[in-house]
């Protein structure tokens, strides 16, 4: 069996999860002289498009568990970019935003997230992202209905 052979051959999760993280190495790369990381990145960026969202939503939009979004929330409050506010309807919650400092760093390194997808693309023609973006959408949807249905 040729190499070629053997890395068709290999299971869809491994593949998918080697790629994830050699793209999330170069977002690393780009992102670490402004001192965040790719989770980090992804959450705030969330929190920047939709001001004053719950955790739980937070955790939904990133695909993170509660805990690493908790973990990942006090880091970025750490640094100066996010703040919380408890929230009016349930005291027991708090709406995340993003500071000045925080806003200026997402316009700062969207860029760089920018690259890295196109970096990607790159390798693909625009129909072959479009069908490749449209199966992980299909896969991603399918995955969390038996998630949803085994809990």
């Given at each position: 069996m040729t190499t070629e052979d053997q890395d068709k051959s290999l299971a869809i999760g491994f593949i998918m999860g080697v790629t994830y993280r050699k793209i999330a190495s170069l977002l690393q790369k780009g992102l670490?002289?402004?001192?965040?990381?790719p989770e980090q990145w992804s959450v705030l960026h969330q929190i920047d498009r939709s001001e004053g969202m719950i955790q739980r939503e937070?955790?939904?939009?990133?695909g993170k568990d509660k805990p690493t979004t908790t973990r990942i929330l006090d880091h970025l409050e750490s640094k100066g970019l996010v703040y919380k506010q408890t929230g009016l309807q349930d005291r027991r919650s708090f709406l995340v935003y993003s500071t000045e400092r925080g806003k200026s760093l997402i316009r700062e390194t969207m860029r760089i997230e920018e690259g890295?997808?196109?970096e990607v693309k790159s390798c693909l023609t625009g129909e072959e992202y479009a069908l490749l973006t449209e199966l992980l959408l299909r896969i991603?949807?399918?995955?969390s209905e038996i998630i949803d249905n085994k809990e």
């Open positions: 670490k002289a402004y001192d965040i990381t937070i955790a939904a939009r990133t890295v997808t196109e991603n949807d399918h995955v």
